[in-house]
């Protein structure tokens, strides 16, 4: 069981009432925009698991996580508050030209039940875990969705039968997802996220990642570059230790404690000057 109000309390959010489409809207936006999605567990030598009540722990201690962490915790906490909520096998791509489907590299919620004016099938695609993605529930009925600065496409996979296609704003990280229809346990992730946090040919394992998603816009943390993107786009590279600490604790909301810290810069000041080499050469 994970603490359901601890988790609550990390959303700065009140349970007060049975579950309900404004209620969904709550979750998901306040989930994206005050939980970080990030990997720096990695990069600090700090095995995770799959494990929804440990990720609930971790996120409830003040940490995110990437997919497998922060949908498997959503998963959990939505389903205490009782959402009818489903974890599905997804695949995301990066590039257009990317393969896609049946790749599972990405943990997908949809939440049904709950019809709309907008939504009369009631259900309903709900992500916590896509960065720099959606920052409301979208209609499962395919169509253009428009979220601040952002278009996205919802339409049948061709690659899943059944399934759903997410298309990405083209300036987003990543080209798109499939879902495949039908509900999954965790342990059909163990084996991707084994390799995502371990294989040196992980792009998590490349590069540190974090991203957080808000009404107008995201802000993402690639290395030691930060860039806000919306209405405008910015990018600040983060070139001392202090000035990382102070977006990684105001923009995304984490804080470090000494020893990690003094473990990580390292590590990213060295990533970044091999990019920069790997740049000018």
């Known amino acids: 069981m994970i603490d359901v109000e601890g988790y609550l309390r990390r959303l700065r959010l009140l349970h007060d009432g049975p579950p309900s489409v404004a209620g969904l809207f709550l979750l998901q936006q306040t989930h994206v925009e005050r939980v970080a999605y990030e990997n720096l567990a990695i990069w600090l030598d700090q095995p995770t698991t799959v494990d929804p009540v440990e990720s609930a722990a971790r996120i409830i201690a003040g940490r995110g996580g990437y997919c497998f962490h922060l949908n498997g915790a959503f998963w959990a906490l939505l389903t205490a508050l009782g959402y009818q909520v489903t974890r599905h096998y997804g695949s995301v791509q990066g590039t257009p030209d990317s393969p896609s489907g049946s790749i599972g590299n990405h943990l997908v919620l949809t939440v049904s039940g709950l019809p709309s004016a907008e939504n009369p099938t009631g259900e309903w695609l709900v992500d916590a875990g896509l960065g720099d993605a959606i920052h409301d529930p979208i209609p499962l009925i395919a169509g253009t969705y428009h979220q601040g600065p952002f278009v996205y496409g919802l339409r049948p996979s061709e690659a899943e039968p059944g399934g759903w296609r997410f298309d990405h704003d083209p300036r987003g990280s990543f080209a798109g997802m499939d ?34 998603r808000d009404a107008h816009g995201v802000d993402t943390l690639t290395g030691l570059a930060l860039r806000r993107l ?32 003094t473990q990580l810069w390292p590590r990213l000041w060295t990533a970044h000057e091999k990019w920069l080499t790997t740049k000018t050469s």
């Open 179 to 212: 879902l495949r229809p039908g509900p999954v346990g965790m342990d059909a992730f163990e084996n991707m996220h084994q390799y995502l946090s371990t294989s040196p040919d992980s792009h998590f394992v490349r590069t540190s990642a974090i991203q957080r």
């Open 230 to 261: 919306g209405h405008s786009d910015t990018t600040t590279v983060l070139d001392r230790e202090e000035d990382f600490a102070e977006a990684l604790a105001d923009v995304f909301g984490l804080t470090l404690t000494y020893q990690e810290r």
